[in-house]
């Protein structure tokens, strides 16, 4: 049986959420890598899943973590030169 995973808050790593699923209820948990969003590539996809990779989620955390530092100081950066200039 193929068990959709609720969708994530925004900017949440969805993976996280589900990796422990196993442990706390037994049923296996895949992933299916689409890149495209046609019914082709969703049924081709579903046929070949895989494994969650831990590293890979994360690894997505840390791109989150290091996208909200970046660009909270390119962010104040931006402040500071648009003072200057009104």
Do not use: H, W
């Not at 609720?6 to 992933?31: A, D, E, F, M, W």
């Not at 046609?38 to 969650?52: A, D, F, K, P, V």
């Amino acid at each position: 049986n193929i068990y959709p995973a609720p969708l994530p808050q925004v900017r949440k790593n969805l993976q996280r959420n589900i990796v422990s699923t196993p442990q706390k209820t037994g049923i296996p948990c895949k992933r299916a890598r689409i890149s495209t969003l046609t019914r082709q590539e969703i049924i081709s996809q579903l046929g070949n899943l895989r494994e969650i990779d831990v590293k890979t989620v994360d690894a997505v955390d840390i791109r989150f973590q290091l996208d909200l530092r970046i660009g909270f100081a390119f962010s104040s950066l931006q402040r500071k030169n648009m003072a200057k200039i009104l």
